[in-house]
């Protein structure tokens, strides 16, 4: 009989745009059952389309929002994923220095084809180069946050999320 895995929650997923924090948060949290939070989504939920705010309020205001829900879902027992840029807040920095977090890291090679086709407005303009020039300005802040760093690019979402639960979990 396979044991259940337990992991202290929250448990919280920071990385760059496209490195696969949703599909891996919805994975580890129906693994450990669990709920998970994918903060852009309750952006959407309560505020409308991120790309809507971002062109009528600007980055800033963004910014002011998504603070604001990552906050309250920081306080909630579930695998959270944040927005690529939430780490960019300092108070969120100083509530994920008491967190398990783990850095899901992934290659320009392999991003590529997970972002054609999106709407983030960040790389609209510059699409992969933009993508490249935001991560090395942020990498810094997600080494310095992360328990735990994974390269998604050639792994599988199982493989991952068996590694997180292997690093965090115990038997329960
Ligand atoms: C952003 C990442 C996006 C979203 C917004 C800004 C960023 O989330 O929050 O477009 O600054 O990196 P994902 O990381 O889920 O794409």
Do not use: C
């Not at 448990?11 to 994918?38: E, H, N, T």
């Not at 991120?50 to 600007?58: K, M």
């Not at 906050?71 to 807040?89: F, K, M, N, T």
């Not at 991952?160 to 965090?168: L, M, Q």
């Amino acid at each position: 009989m396979s044991e259940r895995v337990g992991l202290a929650l929250p448990i919280v997923l920071i990385g760059a745009m496209g490195a696969g924090k949703s599909r891996v948060g919805q994975r580890l949290a129906a693994s450990v059952d669990a709920p998970f939070i994918d903060t852009d989504a309750r952006i959407v939920e309560r505020h409308g389309p991120i790309e809507q705010i971002f062109a009528r309020r600007g980055e800033e205001a963004f910014r002011a929002v998504e603070r604001e829900i990552v906050a309250e879902a920081l306080r909630e027992p579930a695998v959270i994923s944040l927005g690529g840029g939430a780490v960019l807040h300092p108070d969120t920095r100083e509530d994920l220095a008491g967190l398990p977090v783990v850095w899901l890291r992934v290659s320009p090679e392999a991003v590529a084809p997970r972002l054609s086709g999106g709407n983030r407005p960040l790389l609209a303009d510059g699409g992969l180069a933009t993508w490249r020039a935001i991560l090395e300005e942020r990498t810094p802040i997600y080494r310095s946050l992360a328990d735990l760093d994974i390269d998604t690019s050639r792994r599988s979402v199982a493989r991952i999320v068996a590694d997180i639960a292997g690093h965090f979990g115990g038997a329960r």
